[in-house]
């Protein structure tokens, strides 16, 4: 038997009319990962399957990550095996597929997680191009929740998430991916983090087992 499941993120849709391009994305995901999946790899069916939801800008990984309170883009990604085997990277910036990097760097260091600078240098030496992952429909959003920020409606850093639920058409969580093929089983996570997060904020989805 062999298995993948993919999510688009946890939560609820606030904006139901994102709802067909969030689904859509999810199925070409799994339709990839499938692929990969019937050649024997599911370690290759949850990156690839990943890397498409990065690749989308529906979603918050990747291309179309969220932005960081100074607008910019502090991405994080973890890949791990069955055997115990796992890479991650956090606060990453200037790559398209962060899932990649954190595979990289599970195969070819002896380290688990790298982190901001230290982990872009790394995906340099991989030979990881630059990319700009921020979208214009990213920085209108954050124009819009950085001045609400400006005209202090909300003073205090540690209620800006009370500010980001006025913003439905954010979506704010992990993606993700888990294959099954008949040998091991293999997870994957990539996020953009959460919108207007302060510099060098680092989530859940990098830290294995968290």
């Known amino acids: 038997m062999v298995a ?3 999510h688009g993120g946890a939560g609820t849709i606030r904006n139901e009319d994102r709802i ?8 070409e995901a ?3 990962g499938w692929k990969e999946l019937k050649r024997g790899s599911a370690l290759d069916a949850v990156e690839e399957a990943i890397k498409v939801l990065e690749d989308n800008p529906i979603f918050n990984a990747g291309t179309g990550s969220v932005l960081t309170l100074d ?4 991405m994080d990604a973890a890949i791990m095996r069955s055997n115990l085997e796992a890479g991650a990277v956090a606060s990453i910036w200037g790559v398209k597929n962060p899932i990649s990097v ?3 760097v599970m195969e070819k260091t002896d380290h688990v997680l790298l982190a901001g600078e230290g982990a872009l240098k790394f995906a340099r030496l991989m030979g990881f191009e630059e990319y700009n992952p921020i979208t214009e429909e990213r920085i209108e959003q954050w124009k819009k929740l950085r001045q609400k920020l400006l005209e202090d409606k909300f003073p205090h850093w540690k209620k800006i998430s009370e500010l980001i639920k006025e913003c439905p058409e954010v979506l704010r969580s992990t993606v993700g991916a888990v294959a099954f ?3 091991e ?3 994957g996570t990539s996020t953009g983090g959460v919108f207007l997060k302060m510099f060098g904020r ?3 989805t990098p830290i294995i087992g968290a």
């Open 102 to 104: 954190a595979r990289k």
């Open 4 to 6: 993948i499941i993919v």
């Open 181 to 183: 093929d008949g040998e």
């Open 30 to 32: 799994v339709l990839v």
């Open 185 to 187: 089983i293999v997870a």
């Open 20 to 27: 067909p391009r969030v689904l859509e994305g999810v199925r």
């Open 71 to 74: 607008g910019k883009v502090e």
């Open 202 to 204: 680092v989530g859940d």
